[in-house]
């Protein structure tokens, strides 16, 4: 695993896309694994009882699938400084989550990355995350 | 608006004005309150976490797992997810009682107690001074930043709370995230009546009934009367059975009557009813004969000459049905 460097990134670049089946066992195994053991993410009954139709991902979870979606491009010693996200809708055991994401600016040593998360209701989490590459 | 309804909504709104004051002043104190410190991260940063966080969220980067990358990688040793910081400090599943209390769980009850019930979390922000070794202990502290509202949501009426947490190791700050919900008062049902679901028997309501059923709407039970002879009929039709006339008018009966003749259904099913019910023929000192339920006794109560009066009961959301219920002789 390559990391890229800074002069083989530019404004405008675009991120491949990543698209994450959001079956039962992920949504329970991430809650899980983020120590969130509130019952909407892993006990069907009380998601419903609460007036969710389903279990949904954690937004620990969320922060770190836009943290994977971006090294997973970017490579294992790009250096994140930080995460942005505005939260909307749910993600539903059941749905496909699909990260989009594009170089929008220059900052410091730095870049940052515009990320959109969409499911089937809309944009589950749309934001940023800035990050440092390696020098060549 | 009458004026009455002015008054109950001109207290209403006196009411939020108070509520809105005592929440404005709460916050503001918890904002003074300033940076609280919670409890230290039951376990230091650890690889079996790290491992079960990298597995279940499928991130494959081995600067977070394998400490030989590692040590070759920018970080020369094993280092935690940074998306991980919340992870280290989360009150797991029957530790909740141990919890230090911060500064935004007193605005969050108030919230919750003035109905303010829904939460939904808007925004995350999360920034990382550096990234964790193995063996490093966190201690999160909380501040609450900022309360605004009302505000009116498509989720309904709420405020949006706002509180900041810094991860501190050792008397380093680590990383800081800034967390904001939308605490609101669920839409109340007022606003989107459920439809019932519609009655299944209707009656037939054409030209030689409408009256009698406007009648029903209007809680009178109307009946026939011959323009010519002064008969009364029941139920309705086009043509005097006694003078052949076709003129027709209609009197307001009393509302009262006596068992004629009844039956007890029991059997087959009635859609939209459950049995056993009664129908029974009622006579009108008028002199006419209806056919209704009799409600609001078990049907071995009802009997001939049973005197009885009539009721209107509301079948679904346009249907009105009169029936009839036991009258004191």
């Known amino acids: ?35 969130d053991f509130t019952s909407v993410h892993h006990d069907v009954e009380g998601a419903r009882a609460q007036g969710s139709k389903d279990i949904f991902l954690n937004i620990l979870t969320t922060m770190g699938l836009v943290e994977r979606y971006v090294t997973d491009w970017a490579g294992p010693e790009a250096i994140l400084r930080g995460i942005n996200v505005r939260l ?13 994401g594009a170089v929008v600016a220059r ?30 | 608006m009458t004026g009455a309804e002015g008054g109950t909504n001109a207290a209403a709104v006196t009411e939020d004005d108070a ?45 977070y797992t394998d400490p030989e990358a590692a040590a070759d990688g920018v970080h020369g040793e094993i280092v935690a997810p940074p998306a991980m910081i919340q992870v280290w400090t989360m009150p797991g599943v029957n530790r909740g009682g141990k919890q230090v209390s911060t500064p935004v769980d007193d605005v969050l009850r108030t919230l919750d107690e003035n109905g303010y019930t829904g939460v939904v979390a808007t925004n995350c922000e999360q920034t990382y001074h550096r990234y964790l070794r ?3 202990r966190t201690v999160p502290a909380t501040r609450f930043t900022g309360l605004s509202g009302p505000k009116r949501t498509a989720l309904g009426e709420g405020y949006f709370v706002t509180w900041d947490v810094t991860w501190y190791s ?18 109340e049902r007022e606003e989107d009546p459920p439809k019932a679901a519609p009655y299944p028997l209707r009656p037939a309501v054409n030209r030689d009934t409408e009256f009698f059923w406007e009648g029903v709407a209007k809680g009178e039970l109307r009946i026939q ?23 027709r008018t ?80």
């Open chain 1, 1 to 35: 695993m390559r990391t890229l460097t800074d002069d083989e990134v530019e404004i405008g670049t675009v991120l491949p896309d990543l698209a994450i089946d959001l079956s039962p066992t992920l949504i329970v195994s991430t809650a899980l694994a983020t120590m």
């Open chain 1, 88 to 100: 909307g809708a749910p993600a539903y055991a059941g749905d496909k989550l699909t990260f989009t």
């Open chain 1, 107 to 136: 900052e410091d040593d730095g870049f940052v990355v515009e990320v959109r998360g969409r499911v089937s209701l809309g944009d589950h989490a749309s934001g940023t995350v800035r990050l440092v590459l390696p020098r060549r």
């Open chain 2, 19 to 63: 509520f809105h004051e005592r929440l404005t002043a709460l916050a503001e104190r918890q904002i003074e309150a300033g940076e609280i410190r919670g409890m230290a991260a039951t376990d230091p940063v650890n690889l079996p976490m790290i491992r079960h966080w990298t597995d279940a969220i499928g991130d494959a980067n081995p600067l």
């Open chain 2, 134 to 136: 193995l063996g490093e």
């Open chain 2, 170 to 187: 050792g008397d380093e700050p680590v990383a800081r995230m800034l967390f904001r919900v939308l605490k609101f008062r669920p839409r």
């Open chain 2, 225 to 247: 009367k011959c323009a010519d002879c002064g008969e009364l009929r029941h139920p309705p039709g086009p043509v005097c059975p006694s003078c052949r006339s076709a003129g």
């Open chain 2, 250 to 329: 209609h009197v307001v009966a009393t509302g009262e009557g006596e068992v004629y003749s009844y039956v007890v259904h029991h059997h087959p099913p009635v859609p939209g009813r459950e049995t056993p019910f009664v129908v029974a023929v009622v006579e009108l000192p008028e002199g006419v004969r209806l056919v209704g339920n009799v409600l609001e006794c078990e049907p071995s109560e009802v009997g001939i000459g049973m005197p009885v009066r009539v009721t209107y009961r509301q079948m679904d959301d346009e249907l009105i049905l009169p029936m009839w219920v036991p009258r004191e002789a």
